[in-house]
């Protein structure tokens, strides 16, 4: 794995490497940089270890936020700005002869998509360890792991179009987002829907892979991940503010959602 090393003054590459067509960098943007419209070649992941920007890829909007992954079509015009005092993406380029290996499976890059925590997030994270590790059995590591990323964004997004999710369930969500700090129980969230509480656990499970109450647990790790990533605060205030019981809890739940435990992502985010 051949890399190169380099702070620019204002933004810029702070390090890449090449590896079986795949380049992988990691970048610091500073905040109020707005890249007019442009587009790559290649297809790539974008995963947010600090900072936020917002990003218009034709008429989707992504939200780039600590510990969400963005994936982009090949050649997709876009344009970024950033609102952070400092924005840091590990990037992925994804070359041809990788995007081949999926031309058989559908979903795959046909369109942008954000995806935030879970399984492609973790896959992400260790891929950035590997990164920042780089020894000598590093290239055969990011192989296997972009191997599993590939996979399981394509299934993920497979799964999200065969799935039209009914108005009632997208206001169920939408509460959650905005009542993430109380989150109400199961029985008030379906009567504001005007559905059984019964049916709403069902289908907000087949819709979204995951339980009601996992979808909120991510939604305060989400946030925690901000917090995590900007704030000096100690973890023990995080996981208060957060609303876990007690900081073992907290670094449990929020270790099952990104692959890494609050002070591995905290560490990451600060890498330089």
């Known amino acids: 794995m051949k890399s190169t090393h380099g702070i620019a003054a204002v933004g810029g590459t702070l390090k890449r490497s090449e590896v079986a067509g795949l380049i992988l960098t990691e970048c610091s943007y500073p905040g109020g940089l707005r890249m007019s419209k442009h587009s790559h070649e290649p297809a790539f992941l974008s995963l947010v270890l600090r900072g ?7 008429g989707a909007e992504m939200r780039g936020r600590p510990g969400v992954l963005i994936a982009h079509p090949p050649e997709r015009a876009h344009d ?8 840091r993406i590990f990037r992925m380029d994804i070359r041809a002869l990788w995007l081949e290996r999926l031309r058989d499976y559908p979903a795959s890059f046909e369109s942008p998509a954000c995806f935030k925590g879970g399984t492609p997030v973790s896959l992400a994270l260790r891929l950035y360890r590997e990164f920042r590790a780089e020894d000598k059995y590093s290239a055969l590591a990011v192989e296997g792991i972009l191997l599993e990323m590939l996979a399981e964004v ?17 206001r169920a969500r939408e509460i959650l987002h905005e009542r993430a700090a109380k989150v109400p129980s199961l029985s008030e969230i379906a009567a504001e829907v005007c559905v059984h509480p019964v049916h709403l656990a069902h289908e907000f499970r087949r819709h979204y892979r995951t339980s009601v109450g996992e979808y909120a647990r991510r939604l305060r790790i989400e946030a925690a991940c901000r917090e995590v990533a900007h704030s000096d605060a100690p973890l023990s205030e995080i996981a208060t503010s957060a609303g876990f019981y007690d900081q073992s809890h907290f670094s449990n739940a929020f270790k099952r959602h990104t692959g890494v435990t609050p002070s591995e992502f905290r560490a990451a985010a600060r890498a330089h």
């Not at 936020?52 to 034709?58: A, D, F, H, S």
């Open 52 to 58: 936020r920007y917002t990003e218009l890829i034709g």
């Open 80 to 87: 970024v700005s950033f609102h952070a005092p400092e924005t």
């Open 154 to 170: 394509s299934r993920r997004r497979r799964l999200g179009a065969e799935r039209a999710v009914p108005r009632w369930l997208e």
